[in-house]
């Protein structure tokens, strides 16, 4: 019997064709983004907890960044060391769980994006004491009056797309604002039962001051199409960008 988390199962099998996925099609528009927003120049440190396959990290990598990288899954991680020899860059990847790791040094910034952990919950997870352990190692790795960038998903969309119905089936839970759904590998494996956590604004704001960081920006924040906007009921994500109090 496997040990892996449902969403390691998933993950691991969904790697070779991650990056088919129509939302991860917008890389290098949301790294001038990324840039711009974390003013990032060649020689900063950047962690991307739940780098997945490394796009982000890879592009970054290629201007010069040093990037180290963290995912659950070990075929993810694959997909990021292959794609780094090809394109003739270093990344430094980790093999780890993002509420538990301690890296035990600091970097010029963080990003956490398109779900790579924050809200992705077992159904063993605490929905409020998952995404705050995620935020608190963020947090400790993050250098004083250092920035951190993350999307997540919008409690609004979760909550107008289901209806009394669903809540009866077990479908979707108003208690911790979280969905469940069957994610179907890639490989034709039988499908694994996983959970994702929505989130509204002010809740945003305790959490991610609990863990001793200051949220500066709240935007909305769709991946394929990030702005400086509003956020809109109907988008799928919400941006945060915050910050580490300098000493």
């Known amino acids: 019997m496997s040990n892996k988390t449902p969403w390691e199962e998933f993950f691991d099998s969904h790697a070779p064709v991650y990056n088919d996925n129509c939302f991860t099609q917008n890389t290098a528009e949301e790294i001038k983004f990324i ?7 060649a020689g900063n440190t950047v962690l991307d ?3 997945g396959t490394g796009r982000h990290a890879v592009a970054l990598a290629k ?3 040093k990037v180290t990288g963290i995912d659950l899954s070990s075929g993810m991680l ?32 963080a990003i956490c994006l398109c779900e790579g952990a924050f809200g992705l919950l077992s159904s063993t997870d605490d929905a409020i004491a998952q995404p705050l352990a995620i935020l608190k190692n963020i947090s400790e790795s993050l250098k004083p009056g250092a920035k951190c960038l993350l999307t997540v998903l919008s409690a609004f969309k979760m909550i107008r797309q289901y209806s009394q119905e669903d809540v009866e089936k077990k479908v979707f839970d108003p208690l ?3 969905e469940v759904s069957s994610a179907i590998p890639a490989d034709g494996k039988e499908g694994v039962t996983v959970k994702e956590r929505g989130f509204v604004p002010t809740e945003l704001i305790l959490l991610f001051k ?10 909305g924040g769709t991946a394929g199409s990030w702005k400086k906007a509003a956020i809109n009921l109907d988008e799928y994500e919400i941006m945060i960008v915050a910050s580490k109090p300098a000493k």
């Not at 090809?86 to 600091?106: P, S, Y």
Request: proline share 0%.
């Open 35 to 41: 840039l711009a927003e974390l003013d990032l120049k």
């Open 49 to 51: 907890v739940g780098c």
């Open 63 to 65: 201007l010069g960044i």
């Open 78 to 109: 694959a997909q990021a060391k292959a794609a780094a020899k090809a394109a003739g860059v270093e990344l430094e990847l980790i093999h780890a769980d993002a509420t538990k790791f301690n890296l035990e040094r600091q970097f010029d910034c």
């Open 176 to 178: 911790t604002i979280s």
């Open 210 to 219: 609990m863990a001793g960081l200051e949220v500066l920006h709240l935007w």
